[in-house]
């Protein structure tokens, strides 16, 4: 790979910020500094710039908390998304949301530009469980919890597969719910069915992977190879 285009995916540069940045000395390989751009760069080969050792990562894994009020896109012609809540720290990447949450509910969202990895999490088949905190405006029932275990059949046929509906002891109007599929506004759907309407909902797992409760609404950082082999271990499951 040539030099300029190594630091511009490793350091999240233009090519022309690359350039100038290797231009100027700042980049040296192996130890050395090294002025040109096209040089041939050997597997093995260290590179650093302003004496901070770059590696360019194939692909990027994101976990997002989702504030309501933003879209689960790439772009929007009206909209914030979620892309746009990463302020420009990826500009060369194309990311794009592993799986989407309506733009009144939160939680998390996983972005990512490995379209291989987005795919085995998201596969039907896969039946990787998503997990949900809801907040519904009735209290929740053993028959409803019953219906979910059964499986909701909605207003247009669709019978959904069995889904854990947990009843909150401190809070009758609220629950956990996880599903292994991924229907269209599913949840909402499902509840609607019941007479039951969904005030509020947050994803709060995806497989065997939580949300950081560390990371404010908006916030966002990077997923690590542990966290990332619990999402592929569910995809497998």
């Known amino acids: 790979m040539r030099l300029d285009k190594f630091v511009a995916d490793a350091a999240q540069l233009t090519r022309s910020a690359a350039r100038g940045l290797i231009a100027k000395g700042r980049v040296t390989v192996n130890g050395q500094v090294c002025k040109k751009a096209?040089?041939?760069?050997?597997?093995?080969d260290s590179v650093c710039a302003d004496g901070?050792?770059?590696?360019?990562?194939?692909?990027?894994y994101i976990m997002l908390n989702k504030p309501a009020g933003v879209v689960s896109a790439s772009t929007d012609g009206r909209d914030k998304t979620v892309v746009d809540l990463l302020g420009g720290a990826y500009p060369r990447r194309q990311l794009f949301?592993?799986?989407?949450?309506?733009?009144?509910?939160?939680?998390?969202?996983?972005?990512?530009d490995d379209g291989?990895?987005?795919?085995?999490?998201?596969?039907p088949?896969?039946?990787v469980p998503k997990t949900y905190r809801v907040v519904l405006d009735a209290p929740v029932t053993p028959a409803m919890v019953e219906a979910f275990a059964a499986g909701v059949t909605l207003a247009d046929g669709q019978t959904?597969?069995?889904?854990?509906?947990?009843?909150?002891?401190?809070?009758?109007f609220t629950a956990t719910v996880v599903l292994r599929q991924g229907v269209y506004h599913q949840i909402k759907r499902m509840f609607?069915?019941?007479?039951?309407?969904v005030n509020g909902l947050h994803r709060t797992a995806i497989g065997g992977l939580a949300l950081d409760e560390s990371l404010a609404p908006?916030?966002?950082?990077?997923?690590?190879?542990e966290e990332k082999a619990l999402l592929q271990g569910s995809a497998e499951g």
């Open 38 to 44: 096209d040089y041939a760069l050997k597997e093995g």
């Open 52 to 60: 901070k050792s770059l590696a360019s990562e194939e692909y990027v």
């Open 97 to 112: 949301p592993a799986g989407r949450l309506d733009k009144t509910s939160t939680g998390f969202v996983l972005l990512t």
């Open 116 to 123: 291989a990895f987005a795919h085995d999490i998201l596969a």
């Open 125 to 127: 088949k896969r039946h």
């Open 160 to 172: 959904m597969q069995p889904a854990l509906l947990i009843p909150d002891e401190a809070d009758p």
């Open 192 to 197: 609607g069915v019941l007479d039951v309407g």
């Open 218 to 225: 908006g916030a966002w950082r990077l997923i690590t190879p």
